[in-house]
Every structure is written in C-alpha cells, then in structure tokens.
Nanobody
C-alpha cells in the first residue's frame, strides 16, 4: 500500500484544514487508518484513527472536539478535518495504514502501522 498525503499548508490561528490521504492498492478497506503528527523537536504522536469500515473513530485527547476523521473506501481515501487550529498544532502530519488483523483499537501505537506516507506540513500562524 502506498500512501500520499495532501492538503497541508499555511493557515491562521483559528482556521481549519482538511487533509487527505490517498492509498493505492486494492486492499485499502482491510486497513485501519491513522493520522500522526510530528512537531519540530518533538516525538511523533497520534492524532486520530479510524477502523477499516469507518464505523469507529478514535481521537487523542488533545484533538477531541476539534478534529474529525473519516474515510471513503470507494475512493481509497481518508480525511481528517481539523478545526480551531492553533500555532502549537504546527507539524508534519502523516497518515498510516495498519493491518486490521494485527492491530487493536484505538490503533494509537505507531508500531501497529505497516505503511506510512511521506507527510504533509501544516503551519499555523498566530
């Protein structure tokens, strides 16, 4: 599975962005998908995850109520909608795919993920 993120860029504080992660391959629907971010000088951290069917979603405490993750298995794409962005959310955002047979909800551990995208940078200005 190859993953390509898009939608990152510069946004003012309080603004919103909708990222996309397009996956190649015919087995996209068998993978749980996650989004992670890595800010400069910090470790990578989970943001949100979604089950293979899209029926279950999971969010880090830091983004609950502001981020929404969804997926369209017909389009092999997963989307995080990020609202009320603040400068501390500046980071490179990565999507990742976890084999549903080996990963467990809430899919928050990076070691559960088999495939990673190259990341898309998000910069939030004050």
């Amino acid at each position: 599975v190859q993953l390509v993120e898009s939608g990152g860029g510069l946004v003012q504080a309080g603004g919103s962005l909708r990222l996309s992660c397009a996956a190649s391959g015919r087995t996209f629907s068998s993978y749980a998908m996650g989004w992670f971010r890595q800010a400069p000088g910090k470790e990578r951290e989970v943001v949100a995850a979604i089950s293979w069917s899209g029926g279950s979603t999971y969010y880090a405490d830091s983004v609950k109520g502001r981020f929404t993750i969804s997926r369209d298995n017909a389009k092999n794409t997963v989307y995080p909608q990020m609202n009320s962005l603040q400068p501390q959310h500046t980071a490179v955002y990565y999507c990742a795919a976890a084999g549903a047979s080996v990963a467990d909800p809430p899919y928050f551990h990076s070691y559960e993920y088999d495939y990673w995208g190259q990341g898309t940078p998000v910069t939030v200005s004050s």
